[in-house]
């Protein structure tokens, strides 16, 4: 949208409405423009899919005057031959940058490494042995490697702590990169193809815990070098990251690393570690810098072992419950332990911090409130440090009223309002419930252990309102005093119990302090993915979260609603990864229709208000379910305007006003399928066309036998010879329907004082204009998208036609998903009530309406909008019940429904496509009859 439109569009506003309209449609116009920017820079900062190379033609040469690299560290000698082998598949030439760690190994490698014929230029180094691969990579020869074009970076890794479990991960992360000619040529090619494609690495190997995607040990380590590397944006859970540390790459991407000053000395003495030292941390940030600088990453699919996801979590959903059942019933167990947040309760979120975005809005204009959201987590870290020991809210807000300046009362209003939010954002995750409550019936006592700074009266209490008694002890850090990620909590329920490690079982969610830290200590673990980690493995609904991340708290509520309502279960059955929504109809409801209906509503209410419009008169048939919706807002909301539910139809407005010619011309100009004459005369015209009629238009030649109607946005100018021989019998009609369609209109209280709106789904408003037009008053309009064409209604009536989604569209633009996607959309509002064509007045004066029957197609429709509406009811429900415990006057954001709806509705899986297609509607008005939805080419 240029500047100059959107000036002569505000003008042109300011002299018809007045500044409010002005200023509100400038709102509307770059709300949009801000929605489309950021749908398309979405796709710029996600992480990426997987790449199968079969698919990607190799490259003949990388280009002229391309520099490139490899370092390979030679720890293991045994090795040097194998990691020569896979380096002679380089077609191109190359410089090789060798480190190892002794002169005799060093010879050695000057001998293996010379005999390749590919090596323009051979440097073999000494290095001691520390950092392992990456210690050399950065500070041995950082400063040449930066200067190249492509590098590629391999070791001799042995992986021997695993005992064996790891055997093969070496040669597979070879042969993913160097596993022959051709595999290098498509590597090559990929970077050709996208100059911002800076780092390729291998899909997880398959013996590679999917677990191993996270922090583990090395969150300190990441939070402190990432903020010396500048990288702003760290992850909280999984992560793409190349495991192993063997890739191809731009050194452009790794910028950030070659330039910051890495010293050996910053890496520990080598000890055996499986973790936690620099080295695990820096192979974590690669991705990540990557990523800071604005290139891209590209994952190469394992083809011998395929799996959909990155970190092969097909391997936890392998797991059934009977599985997990039979590891709590072991009769090696004496004790049985369960984490409680995200493994017995779940919140509505994406992050664990959500709680304090929660009170930092609430609490907002309270004193201490601007820095909230600063203060908390410092006040928690000084509490801890003072202490010496984990801490609980009381030492907690003792330290924040000092930082906030605030007195001891003050400071108590904002851990009430913690205290408050934690409790009321909790529910129970089913799964977890089950296999805790299983757990009792195997009569070994079951405790529940928690690094969590609630006090424990507040713990006991949310424990009970969600359903969780029966256990034997609580452990809570805030009350002991040590933690699980640090291992003491552990050791000391250990020595409380007086079991030994072997003899406890830990379920859990987090993959440091419940799975790491017990395994270490040889206590057995039971690993239950968090909600939010099952969404964000997903392909698609990755997609949503990554765009929606980093939003306000409204997103941050209305997402985590629908990550814990579709990705709550521990065990999955039948999980498809290319579904977007669970769940079928009722799914789609949830997490599609809901949203955008309840965005919606929100809008309504607030505008209407703002208009003074005392009236809002739904639309049939889409405007049924929206009704019940804004019923159910409005009834919470101060000073809604009353709604009615309007039964009529372009059919019941249009002919009943027919006066003249031109007013048959206009109904005919509306598109219409190629269709026979005696339906279009009917549908459009309320006029029965017999056969002996039939035969005299045929006979004047007026309109063959064989011929169809078609009308495509033009004027009719070959039915006009027809409307005029047959325009008596029209305006007939319309003189028999006019006060019956009067009589019901002033029985809704239409022509009564006050000001009124209709609201339906959209586009042209043209029910609206006749509304006006017929009543003589102004009939404003309120829609979830508008097309240009609805401003011809606004200039001829002087009436508002806003739109929610989208204002003054064209056809043919993308401007909304909604828009490219309006036949779907009306599909997902659709109602079972049948379309109606008219009203008669009854012997008895009352006016009723008559029905279009419903086909035998729409009636097996009902059952998927039953499911689709109780959907969007029950998220209606729990966006109400967020309101009125969580976070007062939440938001349902606008953008974040658009997007659900564009994700859902461009990639439709075989699932999804089947539950859209179970949907019929009727379109006789423009000629299509009874239709449904066509089967889009390549669905999953």
Aim: hydrophobic share 45%.
């Amino acid at each position: 949208m240029s500047v100059k439109f959107l000036i002569v569009k505000t003008y042109r506003y300011f002299r018809r409405w007045g500044l409010r309209a002005m200023l509100r449609r400038i709102v509307v116009e770059l709300r949009l423009r801000l929605s489309h920017d950021r749908a398309r820079s979405a796709g710029d900062a996600r992480f990426p899919d997987l790449v199968n190379l079969a698919g990607v033609v190799p490259l003949g040469d990388p280009g002229p005057n391309r520099r490139i690299a490899v370092h390979a560290h030679i720890f293991y000698l045994d090795l040097a031959e194998e990691i020569a082998a896979h380096l002679r598949h380089i077609p191109f030439a190359f410089d090789l940058f060798i480190s190892t760690p002794d002169e005799a190994a060093r010879a050695t490698c000057e001998t293996i490494f010379r005999s390749l014929h590919r090596v323009e230029r051979l440097w073999v180094r000494v290095t001691p042995n520390r950092g392992r691969d990456i210690a050399p990579l950065f500070c041995l020869f950082g400063s040449e490697l930066s200067g190249y074009d492509f590098i590629a970076h391999v070791h001799t890794k042995k992986s021997l702590y695993a005992e064996g479990g790891m055997l093969g991960w070496r040669e597979y992360l070879l042969r993913q990169l160097l596993g022959g000619e051709d595999q290098v040529r498509r590597i090559f090619a990929l970077f050709t193809a996208d100059p911002e494609l800076a780092l390729v690495y291998p899909q997880n190997y398959r013996q590679f815990p999917y677990w191993g995607n996270t922090w583990l040990s090395n969150q300190s380590l990441g939070r402190e070098w990432g903020q010396r590397l500048g990288i702003a944006d760290l992850p909280d859970g999984y992560f793409d990251y190349p495991a192993g540390s063997m890739f191809w790459a731009r050194p452009a991407g790794l910028r950030a690393l070659f330039d910051a000053g890495i010293l050996l000395t910053d890496f520990p003495d080598e000890a055996g570690q499986t973790d936690g030292t620099l080295a695990h941390g820096l192979e974590r940030l690669l991705a990540l810098a990557t990523r800071q600088a604005g290139l891209r990453t590209a994952i190469v699919a394992d083809p011998m072992f395929p799996s959909w996801s990155k970190w092969r979590f097909d391997h936890y959903l392998a797991r059934t419950r009977a599985h997990v059942e039979t590891m709590l019933s072991s009769s090696k167990l004496k004790i049985i332990a369960f984490d409680i947040f995200d493994t017995l309760v779940v919140r509505p979120s994406l992050h664990s911090e959500i709680a304090k975005l929660i009170i930092a809005t609430r609490m907002a204009d309270a004193p201490g409130g601007a820095d909230f959201i600063r203060l908390r987590p410092l006040a928690e870290n000084l509490a801890r440090s003072r202490k010496h020991q984990d801490v609980n809210l009381d030492d907690i807000y003792l330290e924040y009223a000092t930082l906030a300046d605030l007195s001891p009362e003050d400071a108590k209003r904002f851990q009430y309002c913690e205290e408050q939010v934690e409790r009321a954002l909790v529910s129970p995750r089913p799964d977890g419930l089950a296999l805790f409550r299983y757990a009792l019936t195997t009569g070994k006592p079951v405790v529940l252990i928690s690094d969590m700074f609630l006090c424990r009266q507040t713990i006991e209490m949310l424990l009970e309102e969600q359903g969780i008694g029966g256990y034997a002890e609580l452990y809570l850090s805030s009350d002991v005093g040590v933690r699980k990620d640090s291992g003491e909590l552990y050791r000391h329920v250990l020595k409380q119990l007086g079991v030994a490690p072997d003899n406890l079982l830990m379920i859990g969610d987090n993959e440091h302090s419940d799975l790491q830290i017990p395994m270490n200590l040889g206590i057995h673990t039971g690993h239950v993915l968090r909600p939010i980690a099952m969404a964000a493995a997903t392909p698609r609904f990755s997609r949503i979260l990554e765009r929606f991340r980093h939003s306000d708290v409204n997103s941050q509520l209305v997402l985590g609603l629908v990550v814990k309502r579709f990705f709550h279960p521990v065990f999955y059955k039948d999980f498809n990864p290319a579904d977007f929504i669970h769940g079928g109809a009722e799914g789609v409801g949830y997490a599609i229709a809901g949203p955008l209906i309840v965005a919606f509503a929100q809008w309504l209410l607030a505008h209407a208000k703002a208009d003074g419009i005392t009236t809002l008169y739904f639309l049939a048939r889409e405007g049924k379910l929206l009704k019940e919706v804004y019923d159910r807002l409005a009834a919470v909301t101060p000073g809604a305007a009353a709604a009615q539910y309007l039964v009529v139809s372009r059919r019941a407005m249009t002919v009943p006003m027919i006066e003249t010619l031109d007013d048959m011309l206009n109904i005919a100009s509306a598109d219409y399928f190629s269709n026979e004459l005696e339906k279009f005369l009917f549908y459009r015209f309320g006029l029965k066309l017999d056969h002996a009629e039939r035969a005299e238009l045929a006979r004047h030649g007026l309109w063959s036998t064989d011929r169809k109607v078609e009308v495509k946005g033009d004027h009719p100018h070959h039915l006009q010879p027809v409307l005029e021989v047959i325009a008596d019998r029209i305006q007939a009609r319309a003189a028999v329907e006019r006060p019956s369609l009067l009589a019901y209109l002033q029985q809704m209280g239409l022509d009564q004082s006050g000001t009124s709106a209709v609201v339906d789904v959209g586009y042209s408003a043209t029910i609206q204009g006749r509304l006006s037009k017929i009543l003589g008053k102004c009939i404003h309009g309120y829609y979830l998208l508008t097309s240009a064409k609805a401003q011809r209604i606004c200039n001829d009536y002087r009436v508002l036609a806003w739109g929610c989604y989208g204002e003054s569209l064209v056809p043919g633009t993308d401007a909304s998903p909604l828009w490219r996607r309006s036949f779907e959309l009306e599909m997902l509002l659709s109602t079972d009530d049948a379309q109606v064509m008219y009203y008669a007045t009854q012997p008895d004066g009352a006016v009723a309406p008559v029905f279009q029957p419903l086909s035998d197609a729409e009636q097996n429709s009902a059952a998927v909008r039953a499911d689709i509406r109780r959907g969007v009811l029950a998220f209606v429900d729990d966006v109400l019940a967020l309101d009125q415990a969580v976070l007062p006057g939440v938001r349902v954001p606008c953008d974040l429904a658009v997007a659900l709806y564009e994700e859902f509705i461009d990639g439709l899986s075989a699932a999804e496509w089947g539950t859209m297609a179970s949907f019929v509607l009727d379109d006789h008005y423009c000629g299509r009859g009874i239709v449904t939805l066509d089967q889009p080419m390549g669905v999953r």
